[in-house]
């Protein structure tokens, strides 16, 4: 298998995923990211509704107070990652889906940027030959385990 290309450290910006507005109160709002356009949204004009707790114990002042703010983030390009590292895996390769051993031939030439990954129906039959072209041509599986060993 070739080594990856050398590149930049890869930095993941945010990784908590953004959840949608209300995802928390109802069942029937899935938490999946919808930007909001209401008029009166208060996530869309970015208010903080915030709680004051009080610590109490030695030496409380004004200034110990605990702030929370009760708004969500909403998802904007400054949270995006480097575009040279974006959708890199540690590994500094890229996935690309594959179904049958024709597509492997695709990344002969790119191996040392893109890995394949082997779909999810693929037979474990299937697998065994995708696994052993892939080795024929260096090219870095990343599920080669997958369905093989269990089924094998």
Not at 53 to 77: E, H, M, N, Y
Not at 99 to 124: F, G, K
């Amino acid at each position: 298998m070739a080594p990856s290309k050398s590149h930049v450290p890869i930095v993941k910006k945010r990784t908590a995923q953004f959840k949608r507005h209300q995802s928390d109160r109802f069942k029937c709002v899935a938490p999946s990211w919808r930007k909001p356009h209401g008029i009166d949204n208060r996530v869309r004009r970015r208010f903080k509704v915030v709680l004051f707790r009080r610590c109490w114990g030695f030496g409380t002042t004004r200034r110990s107070l605990k702030v929370r703010a009760l708004t969500r983030d909403v998802a904007q390009i400054g949270y995006g990652s480097n575009k040279k590292t974006r959708h890199m895996m540690p590994s500094g390769h890229k996935a690309f889906l594959v179904n049958n051993t024709r597509d492997l031939d695709l990344l002969l030439m790119h191996n040392r940027t893109y890995a394949a990954e082997i779909a999810h129906a693929v037979s474990a039959r299937k697998r065994v030959e995708i696994v052993a072209r892939a080795k024929q041509l260096g090219v870095k599986v990343t599920n080669s385990k997958a369905k093989i060993a269990t089924e094998s």
